[in-house]
């Protein structure tokens, strides 16, 4: 078997992009979008449809301005969405404005448009993830959106901290950030990193270990890769989501694939609880460097491709 095949026997295996066309070659269970990944397919001429018949269905509509190309954002996110789902047998991951990031009331509301636009494509609940920063403002709406029934994937995410208040909010699912944490270290020290003692990995390994040890059901996600190296000292995670670049890297390769992580290895270890209250995950952050500078990277990376969207969008509209 190909590594790809001897993954899947440990590890649920997401597809990350938002070029559907790509997605069959590979058999993902679910796949992940992001603004940067809608933004970069919007631009492939086959998916230009898609944007035209967002502005269409919002033609009448009686918003302006920047209601109405929020709205229109929204439904292009949908459409990407359920041409994913026609692919993958499980669940796409759809995430909300970047801007929002520390507005919990903005961001409940959010996720609860987003369902309502699937429901509205007979896309039932089950098969959405509502992508939250993890942020605590993140977090806390996660907490009530899930107790709404609606499922959320935090992302964003660089820390235990963050993921044991999200654990502890009843969040279904985690996306650390793998590469992008290798990135941070990697600038930082001046060196490179492979295998078990890239940062990344250590990272995500933590949280899984913690969230096994502990009894946790939220799902973890690795996520944000450089390379296949970094994903196969991952096996076994809950789920791994992969770019389409590197699933076919996977796929080429014979490589025996041995599995790292298991829930029965994580009880053994003797690891110490973490408080997430509020106070704790605001101070924690603040002594991590690493985790306090990407998670706000990241906000800020996703909130410009948001504003390119929107800006496509107007000249769309403008046409």
């Known amino acids: 078997m190909n590594q790809l095949d001897q993954l899947k026997q440990f590890t649920k295996v997401v597809a990350d992009t938002g070029d559907f066309g790509s997605l069959q ?25 898609l944007l035209d018949r967002a502005v269409a269905d919002n033609r009448k509509s009686s918003l302006t301005g920047a209601a109405l ?23 796409v991951s759809t995430e909300t404005d970047a801007r929002l990031a520390f507005d919990q009331e903005a961001l409940e509301k959010k996720g609860r448009e987003l369902i309502e636009g699937y429901k509205a494509e007979g896309i039932p609940r089950e098969r959405v ?15 009530t959106l899930q107790k709404e029934g609606i499922n959320c994937n935090l992302t964003l995410l660089f820390s235990l901290v963050q993921a044991v208040a ?33 940062p990344g990995v250590q990272s995500t390994t933590r949280i899984y270990n913690y969230y096994k040890k502990y009894g946790y059901s939220t799902e973890v996600m690795g996520a944000s890769f450089r390379n296949t190296g970094q994903i196969l000292e991952l096996a076994g995670s809950d789920l791994l989501t992969i770019s389409p670049k590197l699933l076919g890297e996977l ?69």
């Open 166 to 198: 999200c654990a502890e909010a009843g969040v279904k699912l985690i996306s650390p950030f793998v590469g992008r944490i290798y990135d941070w270290y990697k600038k930082a020290n001046n060196r490179d990193y492979t295998g078990a003692e890239d």
């Open 129 to 143: 993830l509502i992508k939250i920063a993890s942020t605590w403002e993140g977090i806390r709406a996660a907490e």
């Open 25 to 49: 070659a590979y058999a993902p269970q679910d796949a992940t979008t992001n603004p940067s990944l809608i933004l970069a397919a919007a631009g492939i001429e086959r998916y230009h449809e």
């Open 69 to 91: 190309i929020e709205k229109i954002t929204d439904r292009i996110l949908i459409l990407f969405g359920v041409e994913i789902l026609k692919v993958v047998p499980g669940r």
């Open 251 to 319: 796929q080429k390769s014979t490589d025996p694939v041995t599995r790292k992580l298991s829930p029965e290895a994580a009880k053994s270890q003797n690891i110490e609880r973490v408080p997430a209250d509020e106070k704790n995950f605001r101070w924690l952050m603040n002594e991590e460097a690493m985790a306090t500078e990407k998670t706000a990277e990241g906000i800020r990376l996703f909130a410009a491709d948001i504003v390119k969207l929107d800006q496509k969008i107007a000249s769309l509209l403008a046409k």
